[in-house]
DNA sequence: GTTAGCACTCTTTTGTTTAGAGTGCTAACA
DNA sequence: TGTTAGCACTCTAAACAAAAGAGTGCTAAC
């Protein structure tokens, strides 16, 4: 690909950036009036016929203006777009005020990023909260409840507690529950969650023999505690800021990507995809996923400790005010990586919904 | 509003079905042709005349069709429908085979609910749980984490268990956190959460003096979970479905409804508006909430030992398969109260998310 | 290398016509 | 008296045509 010249460079930006504001081809004419380039329309012309032939255009026909392609938004995302593109203060103090408020569970932090990151760059986002499936066993309690029933609550080593009710078998004591307790967390703990499968349970059964059904329930209760908290969940934000996309006055586009998006595997996917190296940016046809390839996606990957905490995602049209939303996500990368290292996990407030 | 005799009921019955279905304006020949009453076209335009001046029927324009009004559907619902509209086998097959799945959480029961009525209303679905603010409090417990750290879980007479991790104050020792929690569950207990208030709260204080820093949280931790409680949760479901509607092929339309969606205290407003008595349908400008008022909602509550636990409701256009929409919302209601009465409450599992 | 000019292309807008659906009214019929 | 056929009339939506507007490519001159 051979090197554009610096007025090619400029022409095209202002191309790119005429059309992400006003989602309009744009022609030669219309470019040399609103920006005084000293140049005639012609100039103007015979430089983007050029930039057509090497890739950078298209036209969606002959007597329309240009759109930029895939390559150009790849340019200009790479290369053109001006880096620093600062926050506004307001922008900043939206920020600050939406996560202040007042006290928030680790998925009420989640939930306003989303929240604020598809309000502020008015595209939908994606935010994936890994759970963190290498949580440790600690031990198992019972707690009384009344004479039938007790709470079983497994408690990790970083301090996250989950909990069931359990019926008590009839003519089982406390001391019992207790030491059955002690004898299972002695030969669990240390595993991590994700790792106690049936293999070890059964270890676990054979080596502790006690009330069968109490035993049974238990053992299901921990496999499922493990399962649940391995889930990545997602968090969908803005979905209708679509419907302000001039490319999406359409219904029927609309339904097709909600349609993806409804899918919570796809979802995830999608922001599982390629490796986690901190922001990367997949412009349209660049996008392996079949129904978002005349889209664009800005995901970026938190990390605790060298480990993915959590991938947070801008999805819009290729048209897209790529320096802003890359802004915001840096912004809010940042602002997030503060919040979990300040708030290091043992202090985690888990707020049960 | 005088009576209308049986064939102008029949006529205006089959108007309303055919409008729902096709929602196109139907005329007086269309009419004819497709049900084979033994009237002639002329005689069904008479009659029809005869429903607009009644105000059942109203004109788009002079030579269009007629659609129902707001007073006609009323009386549809109220009388004219064919009211048992069993559901189909496929339906039922479909509803058990999404709650039968696996073990829910009883907010992933809700979830699941809003999902099925959306998807088989092709409506969007709400609904809203009621959180149990009677939760009576029973005691809280302190349990060893690491030297630094304890976890504080209070449990309640139904079973329910609260957690958030605590910072232990320099110095403090194993036997005085217990002593603690112990004084602390002897002066509360009994309670129901959302009577604790500040004053409450106070006596405590003064009745047990220790550390300040670390009571202090504890007295805020317990004052947050009581508030957590008590709020009502809000599931949406199917606000895709809107626009496989044909009067939602306005963008702007669906972004209007979409817009008041969003706002989960209006969703919480609508569902709680109105006495609660069992199923209640809305058509159109009988609404008194701003910007649904070209829509019906219909909507049930249920109840446990006779308080509300939560409401469901269809919100769609006022042109609505509303025997099918009832029929689905009466079952899941049935099913719904047979879960709950067995389930009773402390069986509950409550996943924690 | 840059630019003005011009013919040409294609879309969008606007206006006009036509076909179709439905109505209301009148007169005839059972 | 209720029902029906017939017909003139109205209005919309679709089809078509013409005009306007935007943009291009090319050529020739600067």
Chains 1, 2 share one sequence.
Not at 188 to 201: C, F, Q, R, V, Y
Not at 255 to 275: K, T
């Amino acid at each position: 690909m051979e090197k554009l010249d610096d007025r090619k460079k400029k022409i095209l930006q202002l191309i790119i950036e005429d059309y992400i504001s006003t989602a309009e081809p744009v022609g030669s004419r219309n470019l040399a009036r609103k920006y005084n380039l000293n140049l005639s329309a012609a100039t103007i012309r015979n430089e983007m016929s050029d930039l057509e032939l090497l890739g950078y255009l298209e036209q969606p026909h002959t007597s329309a203006g240009r759109i930029p392609s895939v390559q150009a938004y790849r340019l200009y995302v790479d290369e053109l777009r001006e880096k620093p593109n600062n926050l506004t203060k307001s922008d900043i103090e939206m920020i600050m005020s939406s996560f202040n408020d007042r006290q928030k569970s680790i998925d009420d932090i989640f939930k306003a990023t989303a929240k604020i990151l598809s309000r502020m760059t008015k595209n939908v986002s994606m935010v994936l909260a890994d759970q963190d499936d290498t949580a440790i066993f600690r031990y198992i309690k019972f707690l009384p409840l009344d004479e039938k029933h007790a709470i079983l609550v497994l408690v990790t080593d970083n301090g996250h507690v989950d909990n069931v009710t359990i019926d008590i078998p009839k003519g089982m004591e406390t001391r019992e529950l207790d030491y059955l307790a002690n004898r299972v967390s002695e030969l669990l703990a240390g595993h991590p969650l994700s790792d106690i499968n049936e293999e070890i349970l059964e270890a676990v059964h054979t080596n502790v023999a006690e009330d069968k059904v109490l035993f049974a329930s238990l053992l299901a209760t921990i496999r499922r505690m493990g399962r649940t908290r391995s889930k990545q969940k997602v968090f969908l934000g803005g979905t209708k800021q679509l419907l302000n996309q001039p490319e999406f006055q359409d219904v029927d586009r609309v339904r097709g990507l909600l349609g993806i998006l409804d899918e919570e595997h796809v979802v995830r996917d999608l922001l599982n995809a390629g490796e986690d190296s901190g922001l990367r940016v997949t412009i349209g046809s660049e996008n392996k996923f079949t129904g978002i390839q005349d889209c664009s996606m800005v995901r970026a990957t938190y990390r605790l400790n060298g480990h993915v905490v959590g991938t947070m995602a801008v999805l819009g049209p290729t048209r897209m005010e790529y320096s802003k939303v890359i802004s915001v996500m840096n912004y809010l990368h940042r602002y997030l990586q503060s919040i979990f290292a300040a708030e290091n996990l043992p202090m985690l407030v888990r707020e049960e919904e």
